[in-house]
């Protein structure tokens, strides 16, 4: 069993930044892929970003790429995501997740999501 709790959102000026973070517990996430997804209200899930728990390839959505950085601390089990030049659009619950599979999808686990708020 793997448990995943987000923090970090809140709300914040359009151009300004926040930072994520995903606590991860329960089992060895050596061959984890651990991703963020976010859901605005009135739009499907989106993916945002992954990394790899192992040797920290990463992958991010296009429409973040460039001002959203993924970013994971192996010893204390924590993700992260840096969010910069935020825009409105960028206004979600975000989720952190974990890939058990070691690929990018599907992903088993999934956190409660946090609220980012985006004003213009």
């Known amino acids: 069993q793997v448990q995943l709790v987000e923090s970090g959102g809140g709300l914040v000026q359009a151009g300004g930044s926040l930072r994520l973070s995903c606590a991860a517990s329960g089992r060895t996430f050596s061959r984890y892929v651990m991703g963020w997804f976010r859901q605005a209200p009135g739009k499907e899930h989106e993916f945002v970003a992954a990394?790899?728990?192992?040797?920290?390839?990463?992958d991010y959505a296009d429409s973040v790429k460039g001002r959203f950085t993924v970013s994971r601390d192996n010893p204390k089990k924590m993700v992260y995501l840096q969010m910069n030049s935020l825009k409105a659009e960028d206004t979600a619950v975000y989720y952190c997740?974990?890939?058990?599979?070691?690929?990018?999808?599907?992903?088993?686990?999934w956190g409660q999501g946090t609220q980012v708020t985006v004003s213009s």
């Open positions: 997740a974990a890939s058990t599979s070691g690929t990018y999808g599907p992903y088993d686990y």
């Open positions: 990394i790899r728990w192992t040797g920290g390839s990463t």
